[in-house]
């Protein structure tokens, strides 16, 4: 079965340093991988996908994730973190099944402080 | 532009009322999707459709119900069965997996 796990629930960084969320999947074929952020009452934004072509994806707003099959892991980052960084990011993964399925990690908020 | 909407964008219920959230899309996607967000619990998926006139239980649907009668269309009905309805509210549509899901931007029901 397909699993996706969020390694830090909270991530609190400055503006201006680096930002690593954490990803680790489960999957018995290769996946496709997603990262959305979801800014407050606000709906999910797709911020980049894995789709099995190159495993360094770039997304917006300087977001980028490597896909690491050895490791299982498809970790977010972005250089320079800015204040409107500021939300809760999910890491999501495909599931096989019976109908277009995605499992949601659990999600990790990120603080930015000045 | 392409997109999904959802109406109201907040909702205040009375006990024991039925309610009514609103999805709608214009992005031609066969599958439609109904989400619960809790603080703290992440995207719980509580009905799902793959095709127009067809509908299945997620892992929440208890208290809850919805109709597909067109494939713009996957709206979401509380019922007063729904014993803790307070709760954000995400619809979501997809064509092919592989290119993830568009959310709409919430609907958040209060009970009052």
């Known amino acids: 079965a397909q699993s996706v796990t969020q390694l830090d629930s909270h991530v609190s960084v400055s503006e201006g340093t680096p930002v690593l969320l954490r990803c680790n999947y489960s999957?018995?074929?290769?996946?496709?991988l997603f990262w959305y952020v979801q800014h407050p009452n606000k709906g999910l934004q797709l911020l980049l996908k894995?789709?099995?072509?190159?495993?360094l994806v770039k997304g917006i707003n300087g977001f980028e994730a490597e896909f690491k099959k050895s490791e299982t892991s498809f970790h977010l980052t972005k250089p320079s973190a800015h204040m409107s960084d500021a939300a809760e990011y999910f890491c999501?993964?495909?599931?096989?099944?019976?109908?277009?399925?995605?499992?949601f990690g659990a999600g990790t908020r990120l603080a930015v402080h000045p | 532009d392409g997109g999904i909407t959802q109406s109201p964008k907040y909702l205040f219920r009375k006990e024991g009322q039925n309610v009514t959230l609103s999805c709608e899309q214009n992005l031609n996607h066969d599958a439609m999707y109904w989400y619960r967000q809790d603080p703290g619990q992440g995207l719980r998926l509580i009905y799902y459709?793959?095709?127009?006139?067809?509908?299945q239980k997620g892992d929440i649907a208890e208290g809850y119900s919805v109709s597909r009668e067109k494939k713009e269309s996957f709206p979401l009905t509380v019922t007063s069965a729904q014993k803790n309805p307070t709760a954000f509210y995400l619809c979501?549509?997809?064509?092919?997996?592989?290119?993830?899901?568009?959310f709409g931007s919430g609907t958040r029901l209060t009970v009052v």
């Open positions: 999957s018995s074929y290769s996946p496709s």
């Open positions: 979501a549509s997809s064509g092919q997996v592989i290119y993830g899901y568009t």
């Open positions: 459709s793959q095709i127009v006139n067809d509908f």
């Open positions: 894995y789709t099995s072509a190159a495993t």
């Open positions: 999501v993964v495909s599931a096989r099944g019976g109908y277009n399925k995605l499992i």
